[in-house]
């Protein structure tokens, strides 16, 4: 089993940045895409990005491409989600996920990932 915990959000005006961070325990990150999803009021879960702790890539939806950025602490089994120049769309409860490597799964998914953290919330204020 794995444990998530995620951490960072808050309240911000549009323009700004934060950093939300996972906490992860009972198991190592190295062997796990880990990916962030976001879900605002009334709508679904998305897919936000996804790090593929193997070769360190990342991919990101188009929505936050350019502004958004995962990285990894693999000593401290952290993953962190770096945003910038937010906005009011990217008002939501963030996820962070851990999906098996090499498992052949859609990461772009909710169902690829076996692990989910309780969410924080992120409000961007105009």
């Known amino acids: 089993q794995m444990q998530l915990v995620e951490s960072g959000g808050a309240l911000v005006q549009a323009g700004g940045s934060l950093r939300l961070s996972c906490a992860a325990s009972?198991?190592?990150?190295?062997?796990?895409?880990m990916g962030w999803f976001r879900q605002a009021p009334g709508k679904d879960r998305v897919f936000v990005g996804v790090?593929?702790?193997?070769?360190?890539?990342?991919t990101y939806a188009n929505s936050v491409k350019g502004r958004f950025t995962i990285s990894r602490d693999n000593a401290e089994n952290m993953v962190y989600l770096q945003m910038n120049s937010l906005n009011t769309e990217d008002t939501a409860v963030y996820y962070c996920?851990?999906?098996?490597?090499?498992?052949?799964?859609?990461?772009?998914?909710?169902?690829?990932?076996?692990?989910w953290g309780q969410g924080t919330q992120v409000t961007v204020s105009s």
């Open positions: 790090l593929r702790t193997s070769d360190s890539t990342a």
């Open positions: 009972g198991r190592s990150i190295s062997n796990y895409g």
């Open positions: 996920a851990a999906a098996p490597l090499y498992s052949g799964r859609n990461y772009y998914s909710t169902g690829a990932y076996d692990y």
